[in-house]
């Protein structure tokens, strides 16, 4: 069941952002977004009167602030990312996810909503939940093992995920959460079938499948607004798949 929700969103303008931005918007949600710049959305979003735009950096807001904005939201989404730069890659803030939804969630706790906020973070097939044992050859353990210290932004992501899990926990009254984790991304311009599962069902290292950002936009935005998926997924990390990759052979 759907009700019209409010919604803060935080990556807004980034490559999947503005794909959720356009999916709650276009389902009639009310939304709070988070930019840097308010030209890096497009003219016919920022337009929308049901969008409700803060112009600031996440990181250089203070603690106050964070609560305000969270304030009477049911849900927060968070695409939030590293650039594919060397700065985005290995520059300041390491933990820009990590802390975003800490600093998020604690802001939720210091004024606990009458019911619970949706938190779904965008996470990613190389982070394994550690709450179900999955399966990961030896060869996949070693790749990831020097993602985690070559690259920051994996570590980040492994973070963020694994603050939801021990830190929020499945019992928290403020806040529930899923951790949407697709695989590799593309980009579509149309929206397909996509499939959802509890965990990978091939390697994200040696053997990855595609997902369309506009389909995890779609997914993520149906959490936030879909009080049965919701139900089905909250407290998880969800792995998404377009369908019509897996109908197609290996090589």
């Not at 069941?1 to 952002?17: D, N, P, R, Y």
Request: with cysteine; proline share 6%.
């Amino acid at each position: 069941m759907k009700k019209i929700k409010t919604i803060l969103v935080v990556g807004a303008s980034g490559a999947t952002g503005r794909l959720v931005l356009k999916q709650l918007l276009g389902s009639g949600q009310n939304v709070k977004a988070i930019v840097r710049r308010l030209t890096s959305l497009p003219e016919p979003l920022r337009d929308d009167p049901r969008l409700s735009l803060i112009q600031a950096s996440l990181s250089e807001l203070s603690d106050s602030e964070i609560a305000t904005h969270v304030d009477g939201c049911d849900g927060v989404i968070s695409c939030l990312g590293h650039n594919l730069t060397f700065k985005g890659l290995f520059g300041h803030p390491r933990r820009l996810v990590t802390d975003a939804t800490r600093r998020l969630c604690e802001a939720t706790q210091a004024s606990p909503p009458e019911a619970p906020i949706r938190f779904v973070l965008m996470n990613t097939t190389g982070n394994s939940n550690r709450d179900l044992n999955e399966p990961i050859s030896f060869a996949q353990k070693c790749v990831i093992g020097l993602l985690r210290l070559l690259l920051p932004p994996h570590a980040d992501n492994e973070e963020a995920a694994d603050y939801l899990r021990t830190k929020i926990g499945q019992k928290d009254p403020a806040i529930e959460w899923v951790a949407v984790r697709p695989d590799g991304l593309v980009d579509d311009e149309s929206l397909t079938d996509y499939d959802l599962y509890a965990s990978p069902i091939r390697s994200a290292i040696f053997d990855a499948g595609k997902t369309s950002r506009i389909n995890v936009a779609h997914f993520m935005s149906e959490l936030s607004t879909d009080d049965d998926l919701w139900l089905k997924w909250k407290g998880q990390m969800p792995v998404i798949y377009n369908q019509i990759q897996l109908s197609e052979p290996k090589s």
